[in-house]
């Protein structure tokens, strides 16, 4: 199975705050990887899809980029609803795996 | 809107055996793979399983492969999933999700609220 690894796992920020996290997969995934965004007792949400397109109601302060094994998402200018954990999944074969996770706490 | 709605979950001995659905509504879930992916208490997101459009194709994580199977009714607008030989590390919140095609290679783009199915004796 293609290994997904996040990091940082957790950082503190504020609003305003730009921030970015990183995925590498441990084989070549293409542009098959998916970000989503989750709140403590929500389902995920989907907020990037083929690793840079933004997903329908997904504010323009979220992006991705990155193919191959190396991906990013940046969240520019913090707000508070977007305090939240973050995953990667590579969707690229089976079976499907998802990063650690990056928690976003308040500073 | 698109709304999934999962039921079924509860305690279960381990061993025993437990059926998920999952009902759409606001889209016909005949045009979509569908998926199942668990979160265990305070853990991070596991895929599961899923299912093309049509049901002739099925996929299981290794950690479930020979104990659940995933199926559909799409004149019910239902995925189903039967767990059997539970164990207690099969314990999780299990969310059903709509994928964004009908075959494979799609992230998820819609989600249910999730259902908990607990392992323990």
């Known amino acids: 199975a293609i290994r997904m690894t996040q990091s940082p796992s957790s950082i503190s920020v504020s609003t305003g705050d730009r921030v970015t996290i990183t995925c590498r997969a441990s084989?070549?995934?293409?542009?098959?990887l998916a970000w989503y965004q989750q709140k403590p007792g929500k389902a995920p949400k989907l907020l990037i899809y083929?690793?840079?397109t933004l997903q329908s109601g997904v504010p323009s302060s979220f992006s991705g980029s990155g193919s191959g094994t190396d991906f990013t998402l940046t969240i520019n200018c913090l707000q508070s609803e977007d305090f939240a954990t973050y995953y990667c999944?590579?969707?690229?074969?089976?079976?499907?795996?998802f990063g650690q996770g990056t928690k976003l706490e308040m500073k | 809107e698109v709304h999934l709605l999962e039921s079924g979950g509860g305690l279960v001995q381990p061993g025993g055996s437990l059926t998920l659905s999952c009902v759409g509504s606001?889209?016909?879930?005949?045009?979509?793979?569908m998926s199942w992916v668990r979160q265990a208490p305070g853990k991070g997101l596991e895929w599961v399983s899923s299912?093309?459009?049509?049901?002739?194709?099925?996929y299981y994580a290794e950690s479930v492969q020979g104990r659940f199977i995933v199926s559909r009714d799409n004149s019910k607008n239902t995925l189903y999933i039967q767990m059997s030989s539970l164990r207690a590390e099969d314990t999780a919140v299990y969310f059903c999700?709509?994928?964004?095609?009908?075959?494979?290679?799609?992230?998820?783009?819609?989600w249910g609220q999730g259902t908990l199915v607990t392992v323990s004796s």
């Open positions: 084989q070549g995934i293409s542009s098959y």
């Open positions: 299912i093309s459009s049509s049901g002739g194709t099925t």
């Open positions: 999700a709509r994928d964004r095609c009908s075959v494979a290679n799609c992230p998820s783009d819609f």
């Open positions: 083929a690793a840079s």
């Open positions: 999944q590579q969707y690229y074969n089976y079976p499907y795996t």
């Open positions: 606001e889209f016909s879930v005949s045009g979509y793979a």
